[in-house]
């Protein structure tokens, strides 16, 4: 990587350290001394045992489980930063907490997600570099710069490779009406036809498959969407492709690997022969399947830091 100077800073929270020391080792930069730990009443105290007057600092910090932790975390480290008189901070949240909560959809409903933005922006920090929001919208819930990343390269590359020699053999299938756009983008990519998963979703984390729109009859599926949390939607989905609509092979990719809940039994379950998931948020041991393939994210967030660092443009990463 080629920086302008060398008071570049990269510090990390406790919530994703190996995709931080992906980024780090993409960078050729090391770690910065900083550490994070809890008091015995569970408050957080945070140690940064070097100088950053006047560095581009970057705080690497996904908020996943434990999302309140992980935020608080975030935020205290920022403050420390800011307290310490760095130049420029700007909070690396390869996956943001909250997204989902982004407008209210019933009387007397917080909206979370702004709520964070704020937090964020009171902390200290100067601008945030994400990946993949649930809701774009919240792009306009900061009111300081926001670069966003789009993970459907790395599965692109990847499918690409996959099957290169049997295009006319794959559909990409949107699970459900929101995930159209992204669905479209990546059959563009591949040069393949689409089809959508209508569903109807009950209560929360809770859906019913009704309609396939589209040919998915003898073809091999992929299915993408940005986040999978309980995998209700994704599996009912992938088995109403091969009960209903006779597709071959299912496959799927997603950026955020949520896996709450009965997500892991119902990947294991369903008829998904593969699933690609970004490594935005960890995937524990207790987690880890055959069915589940992680790919790393590390060199796009990698280069989008060397780009702000120097000043240049970051929008061609945004594609």
Do not use: W
Not at 23 to 40: E, R, W, Y
Not at 133 to 141: D, K, V
Request: proline fraction near 2%; charged fraction near 25%.
């Amino acid at each position: 990587m080629n920086f302008n100077n060398s008071k570049i800073k990269i510090f990390s929270g406790n919530s994703n350290k190996n995709l931080s020391k992906l980024i780090v080792k993409d960078l050729n930069l090391k770690m910065g001394a900083c550490t994070a730990s809890k008091f015995s009443d569970g408050e957080i105290s945070v140690s940064i045992t070097e100088s950053v007057r006047g560095c581009d600092c970057f705080v690497l910090q996904s908020t996943c489980h434990e999302v309140n932790t992980n935020i608080m975390e975030l935020l205290i480290v920022i403050d420390a930063l800011k307290r310490a008189s760095a130049g420029r901070i700007t909070a690396v949240i390869p996956y943001f907490g909250y997204a989902r909560q982004d407008r209210k959809t019933k009387a007397r409903d917080p909206i979370s997600s702004r709520l964070c933005a704020n937090l964020i922006s009171t902390a200290g920090a100067d601008r945030v570099l994400t990946m993949d929001l649930h809701a774009p919208q919240i792009q306009g819930f900061f009111n300081i710069p926001l670069d966003h990343l789009v993970g459907m390269a790395v599965f692109i590359e990847h499918f690409k490779k996959a099957f290169e020699k049997n295009k006319e053999e794959i559909v990409v299938v949107a699970p459900d009406i929101g995930s159209v756009t992204r669905a479209r983008n990546l059959a563009e990519k591949l040069d393949v036809s689409i089809a959508i998963v209508e569903k109807r979703r009950q209560k929360a984390n809770v859906s019913q498959v009704l309609n396939i729109i589209g040919n998915v009859e003898g073809k091999t599926v992929l299915m993408a969407d940005d986040m999978i949390d309980t995998a209700g939607t994704l599996c009912n989905a992938a088995d109403a492709l091969i009960k209903i609509g006779k597709a071959k092979k299912i496959y799927a990719c997603a950026t955020h690997g949520v896996l709450s809940g009965p997500a892991i039994e119902r990947i294991k379950n369903s008829s998904i022969e593969k699933l690609l998931i970004a490594d935005t948020i960890p995937l524990t041991k207790e987690k880890a399947t055959e069915k589940i393939e992680v790919i790393t994210v590390s060199h796009i967030f990698a280069k989008a830091i060397e780009k702000i660092h120097n000043n240049e443009s970051v929008s061609s990463l945004f594609e």
